[in-house]
């Protein structure tokens, strides 16, 4: 796992949820760049090209630009999210198949009686836990 913090700022937690509440009932999707510290340095709302509108695929043309633009300011991606517009903040079976880094923190933005939350998740070779 790399040195990111999960803690995510007030702002970029709110993007996430809007950002959800948006693109439901399709699941909404971005990256999260970390400054040389390991702190959350920017949140890049992206494309979801899935054709299913139960999972998602970050558009890849967006995603290299990202990582680049990251790379000039010093930045690194250390994190992905996702949404489940009609579901809890937990990883799914197809999360837990997805080639994600596994080094990357998965925020998982979930939907449960109307309210969104976001949860961190490590998802890795040797099991999946929440971050905090």
């Not at 700022?9 to 993007?15: C, G, N, Q, V």
């Not at 990357?104 to 040797?126: D, E, H, L």
């Amino acid at each position: 796992m790399i040195a990111a913090d999960a803690r995510l700022p007030d702002p970029m937690r709110a993007a996430m949820i809007a950002h959800a509440a948006e693109s439901a009932p399709r699941e909404a999707c971005g990256l999260v760049a970390y400054d040389g510290a390991g702190r959350p340095a920017r949140l890049y709302r992206l494309t979801n090209v899935h054709p299913d509108p139960a999972c998602f695929e970050i558009d890849p043309v967006e995603h290299f630009r990202v990582i680049r633009e990251s790379e000039e300011r010093g930045w690194r991606i250390g994190a992905v999210y996702h949404s489940h517009p009609t579901g809890r903040a937990r990883p799914s079976p197809t999360d837990l198949q997805a080639r994600i880094d596994r080094d990357w923190i998965s925020f998982i933005v979930g939907r449960s009686a109307n309210r969104w939350t976001v949860v961190p998740f490590a998802i890795g070779r040797s099991g999946t836990r929440p971050i905090g």
